[in-house]
């Protein structure tokens, strides 16, 4: 089976598909090849979407300034 490569819109939307996948396989009653699709997909959605927050922590990072400098300091929500 060729590996698919999934393309998000937004990190919300990919949330979403990713909440939605994990749905249909929490239902336990999927064919065993159609479980591990969903599970493939899954993790490439969780990939692209942890991704996704870290290209946004790094963006974060770069805005903070300190002085003349900037200095990056770890996210805090």
Known sequence: MPEEKQ???S???GLEELEAVVKQLEKGDLPLERSIELFEKGMSLSDQCRK???DAETKIEQIIKRGN??????FEA
């Open 69 to 74: 400098r900037t200095e990056a300091e770890p």
């Open 11 to 13: 990190f919300e939307a």
């Open 7 to 9: 393309s998000v819109a």
């Open 52 to 54: 996704q927050l870290g």
